[in-house]
């Protein structure tokens, strides 16, 4: 008749399954905020390059005398 494993060795299995689920959600909450920061920076990336071109807007329709350029 064979053995499956000693009662210690199943006791151990049995304890490793909740850590290792614990170990998963936990990898899986950090990976959530690890995107929500990769989200955060791409969308202030975007608005750092909105904000640049809209002032380049702005400057380039001063008159020459506000840009301090000559106009010609």
């Known amino acids: 008749m064979a053995t499956t494993g000693t009662p210690a060795t199943s006791r151990k299995r049995k304890s ?5 689920i614990e170990k998963y959600y936990a990898d899986l909450k950090d990976l959530a905020h690890q995107n929500v920061l990769y989200e955060m920076g791409t969308r202030l990336v975007g608005q750092v390059i909105r ?5 380049m807007k702005i400057v ?3 008159p020459a005398e506000y840009t301090g350029k000559e106009s010609g």
């Open 16 to 20: 490793a399954l909740p850590k290792l």
């Open 51 to 55: 904000v640049s071109l809209e002032t």
């Open 60 to 62: 380039k329709s001063l």
